[in-house]
């Protein structure tokens, strides 16, 4: 009975998701699962007001919520991923189509005919969202310019850095710090992975890890 040749087994690259599609999805679900908690929350309260049924009316809002989250941070961060230093043009682009599929998501939730106004409303939030976003921001760095300092030696935080916003606005030097560790934490993943899928091969080949040709057995 002639022995058939073993099975090879997958590669790391045929399992492991692009690193960068992977924070996406991480960032994305982080943000609609913050939502999806918000909506309950928000949702409990209006259905103890207005309905008879406010388990039901909150979990429902949770959902609601949570997809709408979870589109909208997943696609902008997306989109802005396509940039190395997106321009704020870029930025209100990026939140306007994010917030505009986002709505379309919802809206479809309720129903075909929502998806439109659904798509509209929450695109226009989303470009006025970002526009005021970055007016503070300019009026921010209108200040430093004039004074000369970040103000923060006068112990003075911007309101995204404040602790009572459950996200935290990262620099281009923090951003790219948190990639690099994310990298080194894959290499070394990559790295143990290699090393088993190694021994895995000379343990069907009958050689006992690290014992070279002299360990087949007879």
């Known amino acids: 009975m002639g022995s058939s040749e073993p099975a090879q087994p997958p590669t790391t690259e045929q399992n492991r998701l692009p690193l960068e599609l992977m924070d996406i999805m991480t960032r994305a679900l982080r943000f609609g699962g913050l939502s999806a908690l918000s909506g309950g929350v928000v949702g409990g309260f209006a259905g103890i007001v207005f309905s008879r049924t406010p388990v039901l009316f909150a979990t429902a809002t949770s959902i609601q919520w949570g997809v709408l989250g979870t589109t909208f941070w997943g696609t902008r961060v997306a989109l802005l991923s396509r940039y190395h ?5 870029e930025k209100a682009l990026s939140t306007t189509l994010a917030a505009s599929l ?22 226009a939030i989303g470009y006025l969202g970002q526009w005021m976003y970055d007016a503070v921001d300019r009026r921010k760095m209108e200040n430093v310019n004039s004074d000369g ?3 923060a030696g006068n112990g003075k935080e ?22 690099r560790e994310k990298l080194l934490r894959v290499d070394a993943e ?7 899928l190694e021994r ?6 009958g050689v006992p890890y690290g014992d070279g040709a002299n360990g087949r057995r007879a």
Request: charged letters at 20%.
């Open 149 to 151: 300092t970040t103000g």
């Open 102 to 123: 986002a709505g379309a998501t919802g809206g479809s939730l309720l129903g075909r005919k929502n998806v439109l106004p659904g798509f509209l409303t929450f695109g």
């Open 190 to 196: 990559i790295a143990l992975l290699d090393e088993s």
């Open 158 to 179: 911007t309101w995204m850095r404040s602790k009572w916003v459950p996200w935290k606005a990262l620099t281009d030097e923090e951003y790219e710090a948190m990639l």
């Open 200 to 205: 895995l091969k000379k343990q069907q080949k």
């Open 85 to 89: 230093t997106p321009t704020q043009q």
